[in-house]
């Protein structure tokens, strides 16, 4: 089978990054700008919560599922939230079936990372009997297509399905036993984090990177912010190497950004 | 992944091609900063297996504990504090190889804990650095004794 390469050729390479110097992009994108996003929530009937989510030609879909489980021994009060993320072939010829990927376990731990820390799940509440019941919540994350960013286009979709998932009333019974109800409440969502990744090359620093650019680019850093404002999570990402000061100029406009993409959220 | 992230900018990987340089950690015992603690001891490792190298890269983490910014977490502090930020430094060209946190920073924390960790880092630069020079200096100074002994021993022949 030929395995397509991960390589752009020396032309192209030059091309992207000169273009980036001159302060433009190779789809004609500012450097601060992001790729149009559209977002469809609840469109799988049976899931608890759905997002459809598309970044420029980037396009993924995430599910929330709840099940009843067992909570952990540490956190008897608290039910569990895991994120999984499924680079499937069908969104690129450098995904192949098989077991999760180096690529696939960091994006899943980035957006598990984001919610967890913004504590954006009130866990607490999804508690049903302490030490025994509560609700597990499964976000799964599958990318449909890969135009690069599948970051912060998998995390917005993640919380963008959390906000709009519903979660079935219960009733306990005197001998402990928990009937499911028709009813449903929203998903205890109390913040809404965003992450937004920067990618750098030849020392310019560029918001949503595209496939190509990423392919270009040497390195990358993910922050997320709560909706106050405060970082909750950070990444970098590839061999590329950042400069304290622009760490502190990528934190400002990540930090902005964030709050303008929070707005596409339902 | 991310520490060998950490330690490739530092490699002159162009000297080796088509060669895999595999390095293995072992973590003894996990009192918080095992990641910073390998990436320090893997550079070490790395100049000392002769690898050409940019400069030692440096790992340190600095945090918030109770609301007061802390350098180099033990478990309990990482596990209860408010915020975890290990990062990896170049020293000598001031790059940031490793960067990853969790938690919650306000931007001003962020800005502080940023140059927090990158001092601590400095001052890990500095024993590594004596590390290596002690071993250099041990060499050289069994290698004198040594020459010095076969000296006498042709006098004497």
Not at chain 1, 164 to 169: F, S, V, Y
Not at chain 2, 15 to 22: W, Y
Not at chain 2, 65 to 91: C, H, M, R, S, W
Not at chain 2, 108 to 125: H, P, Q, R, S, W
Request: net charge negative; hydrophobic share 40%.
């Amino acid at each position: 089978m030929v395995k397509a390469e991960k390589i752009l050729s020396e032309i192209e390479q030059n091309y992207i990054e000169k273009l980036v110097n001159k302060g433009t992009r190779i789809d004609e994108r500012s450097l601060d700008s992001v790729r149009e996003i559209t977002i469809k929530t609840n469109f799988i009937e049976k899931a608890n919560g759905s997002a459809d989510l598309t970044l420029g030609n980037t396009r993924v879909i995430v599910g929330v599922k709840l099940e009843l489980g067992t909570p952990f021994p540490d956190m008897p009060d608290e039910g569990v939230v895991t994120v999984n993320a499924e680079l499937a072939p069908i969104a690129s010829p450098f995904f192949e079936s098989g077991p999760p990927t180096e690529v696939g376990i960091e994006l899943a731990r980035v957006v598990d990372r984001g919610l967890r820390q913004s504590k954006a799940v009130d866990t607490k509440k999804l508690c049903i009997l302490e030490g025994e019941k509560v609700w597990i919540t499964f976000i799964d994350i599958y990318a449909l297509d890969h135009d690069g960013n599948l970051i912060d286009a998998s995390a917005l979709a993640a919380i963008a399905a959390l906000l709009t998932a519903k979660m079935p009333k219960v009733k306990v019974t005197k001998d402990k036993e928990i009937q499911l109800l028709e009813e449903t409440t929203p998903l205890p969502v109390v913040d809404r984090p965003i992450a937004v990744t920067l990618a750098k090359m030849n020392g310019a620093i560029i918001v949503d990177p595209c496939l190509k650019e990423e392919f270009a680019m040497r390195g990358r850093i993910t922050f997320t912010f709560t909706e106050k404002g405060n970082l909750c999570a950070l990444q970098k990402g590839g061999i590329g190497t950042f400069k304290p000061s622009e760490l502190l100029n990528a934190f400002e406009t990540a930090r902005n950004l964030a709050s303008q993409l929070r707005q596409f959220l339902p | 992944m991310v520490i060998r992230e950490a330690l490739e900018p530092a490699i002159f990987a162009i000297m080796f091609p088509r060669t895999a340089i595999d390095i293995y950690i072992e973590t003894v015992q996990a009192d918080g900063g095992t990641r910073c603690a390998s990436i320090t001891a893997a550079s070490l490792a790395l100049a000392d297996a002769g690898v050409p190298l940019k400069d030692l890269v440096a790992g340190c983490a600095a945090g918030k504990v109770d609301g007061t910014l802390v350098l180099d977490l033990n478990d309990t502090e990482d596990k209860y504090g408010d915020a975890d930020l290990p990062l990896a430094f170049i020293p000598r060209t001031k790059e940031v190889t490793l960067l990853q946190m969790d938690g919650s920073f306000s931007p001003e924390e962020f800005n502080d804990a940023l140059n927090l960790a990158i001092t601590g880092c400095e001052k890990i630069y500095e024993i590594q650095r004596e590390t290596l020079k002690k071993k250099y200096a041990e060499i050289s100074d069994k290698v004198n004794s040594e020459t010095t002994t076969s000296k006498e021993g042709d006098l004497n022949g």
